[in-house]
C-alpha cells in the first residue's frame, strides 16, 4: 500500500506539467490546484479503501479538465421538457418569447429610462409605462407590477385592508402549494379573515351579513388549482363589486393565472380574463406574468387609480418592486397581446398549447425508428395518444390531446429509473414522466426533432 502512496505525483509536479497549461488558463490557477488538492485526497481514500489507484490515475489531466468543465456547468441547465406539463413551475413555467428574450438583453447592457423621464415630466413610478399599455388591454385605471403573484396578493391586501376585516367565501380559502395559503397571507398581510358561506355555497346574502364598519376589503380568490362540483354555488363579480361599492369597500380578486385572450378562441379551456372583471366593477385584479400570460415571474395588479396609488405608496411595494429585467420582459410579451392574430405563433406558450394532436403524433412517429435504435433491445417503444396538462395550477381538469413514445421494460434488468436517468444526463437532459409502469415521452413541447437525436449532443 505504501508504495501506491508513493505513486501519486505532487501538486507542484503537476502544476508545472506542460499537459494542464490548458488548464491554467481556462479555469485559472487556483482553481486548478484546488482541484488536483481534491483529486489527491479523493485517491488517497481509495486507495485505503480499495488497495489500488484510482482509475482514472492513468490520465490526470483528463480527469481534472472533466471536473473543471463538471463544476463551471451552471445550475441553470436547459432540459427539454417531455413531462406533458407545459407551464412547469420546477422548469421556470413560461418559455419567453424572442421580442422578450431582445428585450432583456437590451436594458442588461445598457443604462435604461427606468424612472427617468426623458422630457421632464415628473415620472410616478418604474411600472408607469407597463401600466399605460395594461391599461389600454385591460380597461384599467391603472397598475402596479410586483415580483410574482404571491407578493401582489400580499401588497394588495395589507395596502387597501391591513388591520381590519377581509370576506371571503369558504370555498375559495386556496393553497397553491410552496406554502402559499389564503389564510396564512391574509395574515402575513395583517388582515383579519372573515370565513363566510360553506365549502361548496356561498351566497350573496353570506356576504351582505358579514359587512360591516369593520371590513377592510371583499375578496375572491380564483380556485384555479381544484374544482368544486357538484351541488355549488358562488357569487359572481358583479354582484360583489356592487356590494362592495354600496358598503364603500373595494373588492379584490387573486385570479391566479389569468387571460388576457379568449382562449376558448383557440380551442382551449375558457380561463377568466382580468378585463372581465375590470368590467364587471371589481376594484383590484392580481394575476401571474408567467402562467398563461406566457411572460416573465411577475405579478400584475390592475384596478382603480386611488387604490393603485395606495399600493405604490406602500412600503411593501419597495421590497416587492420588479427588476428592470422582469419589466422589459413583461413589457415585450404584452406588446404582443396588441397583435392577437400573430400571438400563437410570436408567444411560446400559447403556440406549444394549440399544437394540434395530428402534429405532435406525426412526430411521435417519424422518432420512434430513431428512440428504436437506441433503447429498442432493453424497451419496448410504441406511439400511444396521451394528454398533457397546461400546468401552473391552471385548468387542471382541463387536458390537452397530445402523444407521446412510450418505453416499456423488456425484462426484469431493464429499469424505468435507470432509463429516466440515462435521459436526465444527456448533454441537453430530457425529462420525462413515470406512469403505469412506463416512461412516457409527450412531445407536446419538442421544438424539433433534431433535440431528440443522436444521444442528445448539445
Ligand atoms: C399561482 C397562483 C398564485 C401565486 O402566483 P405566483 O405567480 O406563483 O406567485 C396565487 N393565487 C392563485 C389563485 C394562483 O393560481
Not at 497549461?21 to 488538492?37: D, F, I, K, N, Y
Request: net charge positive; aromatic share 4%; glycine share 8%.
Amino acid at each position: 500500500m505504501k508504495t501506491l502512496f508513493s505513486e501519486l505525483p505532487g501538486i507542484d509536479a503537476l502544476l508545472r506539467d506542460a499537459r494542464f497549461r490548458p488548464l491554467h488558463t481556462s479555469a485559472g490557477t487556483r482553481r486548478l490546484t484546488e482541484t488536483l488538492r481534491a483529486m489527491q485526497s479523493e485517491a488517497r481514500q481509495h486507495i485505503l479503501a480499495h488497495q489500488r489507484l484510482p482509475d482514472w490515475h492513468a490520465d490526470w489531466a483528463t480527469e481534472a479538465a472533466t471536473r473543471l468543465r463538471a463544476g463551471r456547468r451552471s445550475a441553470l441547465r436547459p432540459v427539454i421538457n417531455l413531462s406533458g406539463t407545459v407551464l412547469h413551475t420546477n422548469l421556470g413555467r413560461a418559455r419567453m418569447s424572442e421580442a422578450a428574450v431582445a428585450a432583456v438583453c437590451r436594458v442588461m447592457r445598457q443604462p435604461v429610462t427606468l424612472e427617468y423621464a426623458l422630457d421632464d415630466a415628473a415620472r410616478g413610478h418604474r411600472d408607469r409605462a407597463l401600466a399605460d399599455l395594461l391599461c389600454e388591454l385591460t380597461g384599467a385605471e391603472d397598475a402596479c407590477i410586483v415580483n410574482n403573484n404571491a407578493a401582489a396578493v400580499l401588497l394588495m391586501l395589507a395596502a387597501t385592508a391591513g388591520g381590519r376585516q377581509v370576506i371571503v367565501s369558504r370555498g375559495e380559502l386556496v393553497e397553491i402549494g410552496g406554502a402559499f395559503r389564503i389564510p396564512d397571507v391574509m395574515r402575513q398581510a395583517g388582515c383579519h379573515l372573515v370565513e363566510v358561506g360553506t365549502t361548496n355555497r356561498t351566497h350573496f346574502s353570506d356576504y351582505q351579513r358579514a359587512i360591516s364598519d369593520e371590513t377592510g376589503a371583499l375578496m375572491k380568490v380564483h380556485t384555479s388549482n381544484y374544482q368544486i362540483a357538484g351541488f355549488t354555488q358562488a357569487v359572481d363579480e358583479k354582484p360583489l363589486s356592487a356590494l362592495g361599492q354600496q358598503h364603500g369597500v373595494p373588492v379584490l380578486v387573486d385570479l391566479g393565472s389569468g387571460s388576457l385572450i379568449d382562449l376558448t378562441h383557440y380551442g382551449l379551456p375558457a380561463e377568466p380574463m382580468p378585463q372581465r372583471l375590470i368590467a364587471d366593477g371589481v376594484d383590484l385584479v392580481s394575476f401571474s406574468g408567467d402562467k398563461l400570460l406566457g411572460g416573465p415571474q411577475a405579478g400584475i395588479i390592475v384596478g382603480k387609480k386611488a387604490l393603485i396609488a395606495r399600493l405604490q405608496q406602500h412600503p411593501l411595494k419597495r421590497a416587492l418592486r420588479a427588476d428592470k429585467m422582469t419589466l422589459a420582459a413583461l413589457e415585450a410579451t404584452l406588446q404582443l397581446y396588441r397583435h392577437p392574430e400573430q400571438l400563437a405563433d410570436a408567444l411560446p406558450t400559447l403556440r406549444l398549447l394549440t399544437r394540434p394532436q395530428a402534429a405532435i403524433q406525426a412526430q411521435a412517429e417519424r422518432l420512434l425508428p430513431i428512440l428504436q435504435a437506441e433503447f429498442g433491445a432493453s424497451f419496448t417503444l410504441a406511439v400511444e395518444p396521451c394528454w398533457s396538462q397546461i400546468g401552473s395550477g391552471s385548468l387542471p381538469v382541463d387536458r390537452l390531446p397530445s402523444a407521446a413514445i412510450t418505453f416499456t421494460p423488456r425484462g426484469p434488468a431493464s429499469s424505468l429509473a435507470a432509463l429516466g436517468q440515462q435521459l436526465r444526463q444527456r448533454a441537453r437532459p430530457v425529462i420525462g414522466r413515470l406512469q403505469g409502469g412506463r416512461l412516457w415521452l409527450d412531445l407536446r413541447c419538442l421544438d424539433a426533432d433534431e433535440d431528440l437525436q443522436r444521444g442528445g449532443e448539445a
